[in-house]
């Protein structure tokens, strides 16, 4: 079985700071680690994933993850942030053996300040 | 691409009563997942199809729970007797069951009871 820790509920950050949004998992098999964000009364919208490969994978709107194997982390970063990165973001995982259902963690709401 | 629809969007209903919601995939995908949200918490797996069949439901998915797929195409979940602690983001989701697929979300369907 797989488990995510967000251990942050609440991030407030000024407009143009930099940014990270922390994520540890525990698993016992292999995973493929996800980050999602969701924007109020919406769904879920895939931000970054990292399947494989290079261990730093980036988002088209500037956000970037690492995986770190040693430290079970997958944290998010952002250098510089908009009033419109304002949302909620879910870290998530799951089990390499193929397309198995998506294990969340709890949440960490993002609000950018003016 | 018309992405993975879900009807209603939002649903009051008292307690005691039977609510069904829809699920329509993305039509290519073979694989439909089933999530509820509760307030402040991450997205929680309820169950998964792959085409017509039911692979694994959650212990979260109690009697009261029924999730059907009928011909691989469109989902319903029913709630039946519903209580209080229903009360959650119903999210569907679908991907492509070959390889590894991103999961595509719906907006979800909001249920409140009263």
């Known amino acids: 079985a797989q488990s995510v820790t967000q251990l942050d509920s609440q991030v407030p950050v000024f407009e143009e700071a930099p940014v990270e949004l922390r994520c540890n998992y525990s698993?016992?098999?292999?995973?493929?680690l996800f980050w999602y964000v969701q924007y109020p009364n919406q769904g879920l919208q895939l931000l970054l994933k990292?399947?494989?490969?290079?261990?730093l994978v980036e988002s088209i709107n500037g956000f970037e993850a690492e995986f770190n194997k040693s430290q079970t982390s997958f944290h998010l970063r952002k250098p510089s942030v908009h009033i419109s990165d304002t949302a909620e973001y879910f870290c998530?995982?799951?089990?390499?053996?193929?397309?198995?259902?998506?294990?969340f963690g709890k949440g960490t709401r993002l609000s950018v300040i003016a | 691409d018309t992405g993975v629809s879900q009807n209603p969007r939002h649903k009051i209903t008292k307690r005691g009563q039977n609510v069904t919601f829809r699920c329509d995939p993305i039509?290519?995908?073979?694989?439909l997942y089933w999530y509820r949200q509760t307030l402040g918490q991450g997205p929680e797996f309820l169950t998964y199809?792959?085409?017509?069949?039911?692979?694994?439901k959650s212990r979260l998915l109690s009697d009261r729970f029924s999730a059907e797929r009928p011909k691989g195409s469109f989902s319903t979940l029913e709630i039946q007797r519903t209580e209080q602690g229903d009360s959650a983001m119903y999210l569907c989701?679908?991907?492509?069951?070959?390889?590894?697929?991103?999961?595509?979300f719906g907006d979800g369907t909001r249920l409140s009871i009263l």
């Open positions: 039509s290519e995908h073979n694989r």
């Open positions: 989701a679908s991907s492509l069951a070959t390889g590894y697929q991103p999961q595509h």
């Open positions: 998530a995982v799951s089990a390499t053996s193929g397309n198995t259902p998506l294990v």
């Open positions: 698993s016992s098999v292999s995973v493929y």
């Open positions: 990292y399947l494989s490969g290079s261990t």
């Open positions: 199809f792959q085409n017509e069949a039911q692979l694994e």
